[in-house]
């Protein structure tokens, strides 16, 4: 009878040394290394020598547990081993700042923190003076980012000459803090503010790269953006908030434009930016128009400002534009690709406002795109400079349009001069 030949089993994991375990730990959540821990005599202490914590809960019920779970986790510790990454998410429980500000020390890289406000204002001048700090990202739980502003005097103790990436999420009236950080971190390049409730906002950076701006607010915002080696820019907000807009980036490659319930006096604020973006090379727009707007759904214009010119977007490949295409946006899109000359691709998406999906409103909203495989809520045209394949696109737009309407086309290919009356109509329009 044949003998069956024995299996060996060899242990990997233990032939591996600890230097290289560490360095395994140190990317995956905290409780995989504590778990690793009863596994054998040798990886008992070994969490503990991991310079990187990963710690998260958010369910209610278990943040008692999980506050004596971090001190005990904290305080047991090697303290010769230096913490280099720190992610720490908690609901509305929140813990002694104490026991975290010995581990916030100097040769600490990555920061990510997800507290009670209370936290949040006790470690945040502690962070400022963490001169390896790269990454930091910080957000207030639950609904204090409402009540709680951050007076804190940043270029007295800002020391963050490293920092790269900056996410803050919820804070509030924080327009000096981010200019403070802003002129003391010369590496700065990445730069993400949701949602940010200020007025006021006057950012100057050399070498930031990347902004994401999400603003919601009670008051007008006013927004001045010097960033040179600004790449790419999202800037999303209710139509209402902006009052006085500047951007002086000539290096924007790529944007991101999203205004939400725009109503006539808004018109021309719109406008602006969109023309501020002029010089890049992929463009996303996301219009929303107001009840009112589309109550009268020819006679105020959001994509093409019918009073003021529109520039040459002559570096522009992509276009995206999202917005409930009646027949008035069909005629200012078609005016708007005549001064696309390098257009490659195109996409459209039919959105009707979300007050105005009643009934008798959406049948006057219907959406006059080209019909699809997915009907006539979205098109995608690709290849537009081959041949003459954009003015075939044109043509298709067109066909779609009513004969009255279309009249307003042809008038605008001419550069429309202001009578008396239209430039009355227009100061009026800017005084609103």
């Not at 936290?119 to 204090?144: A, D, K, M, T």
């Not at 019918?306 to 490949?317: A, G, H, R, T, V």
């Not at 917005?323 to 696309?340: G, P, Q, Y």
């Not at 998406?349 to 007050?355: D, G, K, R």
Request: contains cysteine; proline residues 6%; aromatic residues 6%.
């Amino acid at each position: 009878m044949a003998m069956t030949p024995s299996v060996v089993v060899t242990d990997r994991l233990t032939d591996l040394p600890d230097d290289l375990l560490v360095n395994i730990l140190s990317n995956l959540p905290t409780h995989f290394s504590v778990r690793l821990s009863v596994l054998s005599r040798r990886f008992r202490h070994l969490w503990a020598a991991v310079p990187s914590v990963d710690l998260e809960c958010y369910e209610r019920s278990l943040h008692g547990k999980f506050k004596s779970l971090c001190e005990s986790f904290f305080a047991g510790r090697d303290s010769s081993v230096a913490l280099l990454r720190l992610r720490l998410h908690c609901g509305v429980c929140g813990f002694h700042s104490g026991i975290l500000s010995p581990w916030l020390s100097r040769a600490l890289r990555h920061v990510d923190l997800h507290l009670p406000a209370g936290n949040i204002l006790s470690l945040f001048p502690v962070i400022l003076r963490l001169e390896c700090l790269e990454s930091l990202s910080i957000s207030l739980s639950g609904e204090w980012y409402a009540r709680y502003v951050l007076p804190l005097p940043v270029p007295a103790t800002c020391r963050l000459r490293r920092l790269k990436s900056l996410h803050l999420y919820g804070f509030r009236a924080i327009g000096e803090l981010l200019e403070g950080i802003a002129a003391s971190c010369p590496a700065l390049k990445d730069m993400k503010l949701v949602p940010m409730k200020m007025n006021s906002l006057n950012l100057c950076s050399p070498s930031l790269r990347s902004l994401y701006l999400d603003c919601d607010s009670d008051e007008p915002l006013h927004l001045r953006l010097l960033c040179p080696s600004l790449e790419f820019l999202h800037f999303e907000s209710p139509a209402r908030l902006i009052r006085h807009y500047q951007l002086d980036s000539p290096a924007l490659r790529s944007a991101v434009i999203k205004f939400g319930n725009i109503q006539q006096k808004h018109v021309v604020s719109v406008g602006d930016v969109i023309r501020s973006v002029a010089n890049v090379s992929e463009l996303v727009i996301h219009l929303t128009e107001s009840e009112d707007i589309m109550s009268r759904p020819n006679e105020v214009h959001v994509l093409v400002d019918q009073y003021l010119s529109l520039p040459k977007f002559s570096n522009l490949k992509h276009l995206d534009v999202t917005a409930c295409f009646i027949e008035k946006n069909v005629v200012d899109l078609i005016s708007f690709l005549e001064h696309t000359p390098v257009l490659d691709s195109l996409i459209l998406t039919h959105e009707i406002p979300p007050l105005c999906k009643t009934a008798s409103m959406e049948k006057n909203l219907a959406s006059k795109l080209p019909w699809s495989t997915r009907g006539d809520v979205f098109a995608s045209f690709t290849n537009l400079g081959i041949e003459n394949k954009k003015k075939k696109v044109v043509k298709l737009l067109s066909q779609r349009v009513k004969g009255q309407t279309k009249a307003l086309l042809f008038k605008r290919r001419e550069p429309r001069k202001l009578s008396s009356r239209d430039y009355c109509k227009l100061t009026r329009r800017l005084s609103l």
